[in-house]
Structures are given as C-alpha cells and as structure tokens.
C-alpha cells in the first residue's frame, strides 16, 4: 500500500492551492481518508477526513470554510482544496486512510497507512 501526496509549495497568503493523494494497493473508497498537518516544532493535527461511503466530511475549525476535502473513486485519488490560505497554514500535509467503518476520523491513531507528506509554505 502506497499514498503518495503532492501540490505542495509556495503561495502568498490568500491564494489557493489543491493537494492530491494518490492511492495505490488500496481503493479509496474503502477507507476513511484525511489529512493531516505538522508544523515545525508541532504536533501533528487533524485537518480534514471523508468517511469510507463518502455521505461525510470532517474539518477542524481552523479550516472550516477555507478548506474542502473530496475523492475520485474512478481515479482512486483524494483531494485537499484549500483557500484563503494563510501563514499559519504553513505545514507539510499528509494524507493517510483508515480502515472501513472506522469512527473517530480525528483522531491520528485510527488511521493505518500514511503518506510521505509534501510541504505547503504561506507567505504572508
């Protein structure tokens, strides 16, 4: 099993950018996706998940309104728009999947695979 995220960078404070995980030895629509964010000299965080049917969507309040969290099963990959992005957004995001039926979508420790993560940078 393989996820592999990317649309990292560099971006001023208000522009948009839209990240991708891409999922192989998995189908993601068997799996609570989410993403996830790590700060320099932080803990990791909870940003955003999609439960295994898809009919729900999670976001921690400091992205709500800002960031959207959506999957092509046809292309077996997920997405991480984000908008009115700002300095604090700086972080390298990973993305990681959860086993079928599994709650508590928040929380890192439910979620079995992981991405390498790519870094998103805010200038402000």
């Known amino acids: 099993v393989q996820l592999q995220a990317s649309g990292g960078g560099l971006v001023q404070a208000g522009d948009s950018l839209r990240l991708s995980c891409a999922a192989s030895?998995?189908?993601?629509?068997?799996?609570?996706m989410g993403w996830f964010r790590q700060a320099p000299g932080a803990e990791r965080e909870f940003v955003s998940a999609?439960?295994?049917?898809?009919?729900?969507?999670y976001n921690a309040n400091s992205v709500k309104g800002r960031f959207t969290i959506s999957r092509d099963n046809a292309k077996n990959m997920m997405y991480l728009q984000m908008d009115s992005l700002k300095p604090e957004d700086t972080a390298v995001y990973y993305c990681?999947?959860?086993?079928?039926?599994?709650?508590?979508?928040?929380?890192?420790?439910?979620?079995?695979?992981w991405g390498q993560g790519t870094l998103v940078t805010v200038s402000s």
């Open positions: 990681a999947a959860a086993p079928r039926g599994a709650e508590f979508l928040r929380r890192a420790g439910v979620y079995v695979y």
């Open positions: 030895g998995l189908t993601v629509s068997g799996y609570g």
């Open positions: 999609i439960t295994w049917g898809g009919t729900s969507t």
